[in-house]
DNA sequence: ACCTGAACACCGTTCAAGT
DNA sequence: ACCTGAACACCGTTCAAGT
């Protein structure tokens, strides 16, 4: 056929890079099947990428570690954060939540796990990734005022964040790390396991 | 040339692939390339790992992640552990250490996390591959009897290794994923966040 | 602007052959 | 047992061209 008019877009790129890393592993996306899958041209993916396949790397990790339905955060560095994108704020109206301290920390915690264990496939690439989105921002802000909130002051309120979120980060790796063992716990228990760990680290560092 | 006495081994592989991915990272490690760094024809590496690079990245993955001058840890899983590897077992003696379970745990991370640091560009490696090792076994009993000793009981023993284990990758993790952004903090200050979380964690853990 | 198609250098792996 | 060398299918990326 001579012209496609796939309509194709980081997000939908992105996406699909998604299903099949979750089909056949990281290893598995090369971007002629990502162009099949797309039904595009491989070729066709590097006129919305034009660094290539290092910069949907890069994407797909922004993509991973954004909360889930705004739209934008994954776009990378080469592209201004476009800052007409609070349609659906959900939870940046966050500011006003009158929560203890904990029960924030927590939530941000469980609702972190979960996204990286929904993109397990794409864990190896946030080892040496970690890319700026409006949502690493906010983050930021939420732990420091948890944790300024809680008592600490100075140095510590950004060594208990690193602490909480290298935790959270590397219960995930974990799990999924030893998933393929033949005495692997079930879901329920690692659930358990993280609540566990996160209970105690939280009651530690204050 | 005709013939080449290369004097190959498994280890040698594993040692000169972790030359190269230090060099140029995990993408850098090609078959022919490293069979150049060997100076040997790539397919010989074949010879010693048959099932080819996934069988090359699981014996990395083993070596990374057992003490350093051991050498058979890193044989993988259809090579019997060969039981006479006790020359040099150093801090296998550890069964009658006398010291307090919480400085015996932080002298086990510290290590640990020295050691993930060493191979820090092995790091994505580790994501989805945990690889039965001598030195596993020896981990899972060290921590069983200091979290015992600290007052621990039942289920709770193994989530609170789960915890600690999952906090040291995670902030190894953390620590070289953002190590390139131009606010990462420095050598010590990384240390200091390190022992800080760590300390929290025992404390809250038990 | 958005996509195609041929081309190039490189890759993992198989296999028959050499010693 | 240990290594070579040619071959095959596949890969990322460039570039000129089409609309």
Redesign the pocket.
């Known amino acids: ?8 877009s980081r997000e939908r790129i992105i996406i699909e890079a998604l299903h099949i890393i979750a089909g056949r592993g990281l290893g598995g ?5 990502l ?1 099949d899958a797309l039904e ?5 993916i ?3 990428f034009p660094l ?3 910069q949907l790397f890069n994407a797909i990790a922004a993509y991973v570690t954004s909360p889930a339905p705004t739209g934008a955060a994954f776009d990378d560095e080469d592209e201004e954060a476009s800052d007409s994108t609070e349609e659906e704020t959900e939870r940046v109206e966050e500011e006003l939540d009158t929560r203890p301290w904990d029960v924030r920390l927590t939530m941000w915690a469980e609702a972190y796990r979960e996204r990286l264990l929904a993109y397990s496939g794409a864990l190896s690439l946030l080892a040496h990734r970690a890319p700026h989105t409006p949502n690493s921002a906010a983050t930021h802000a939420l732990m420091h005022r948890a944790f300024t909130e809680a008592g600490l002051r100075g140095d510590d309120v950004v060594r208990a964040s690193d602490a909480l979120h290298s935790y959270c980060l590397g219960s995930v790796v974990h799990q999924v790390r030893h998933s393929a063992d033949e005495d692997a716990p079930d879901e329920e228990e690692s659930t358990t396991r993280f609540t566990f760990g996160l209970r105690a680290l939280l009651r530690g560092l204050v």
């Not at 996306?29 to 099947?33: I, K, N, W």
């Not at 595009?40 to 066709?44: D, P």
């Open positions: 056929m001579s012209r496609n008019y796939a309509g194709l996306l090369s971007m002629r099947r162009g595009v041209e491989a070729m066709a590097y006129h919305h290539g396949k290092e």
